[in-house]
């Protein structure tokens, strides 16, 4: 399961396009231990941490995204 989670994470890090970015972007900040991040559904929470991630910490490997929303978490 571990392998599938790790393969989605690099899946959508690869599709994530960066040539427009979410308008809350510039000010986003995760200097923080625990950051939370909500909203609405379809308001592009997903979208602006995914852009941050490959733009900010994909290269240095200090990040991982998941959704909890995966069957294997219930």
């Not at 959508?12 to 909500?38: D, K, M």
């Amino acid at each position: 399961m571990f392998r599938f989670i790790t393969e989605t994470f690099h899946r959508l890090i690869e599709n994530q396009a960066l040539s427009r970015t979410r308008y809350l972007y510039p000010s986003f900040n995760l200097s923080n231990r625990l950051t939370g991040l909500v909203g609405a559904r379809g308001v592009g929470k997903t979208t602006l941490l995914l852009q941050y991630i490959k733009n900010e910490l994909f290269k240095e490997d200090k990040s991982f995204y998941f959704s909890a929303d995966l069957v294997y978490f219930q």
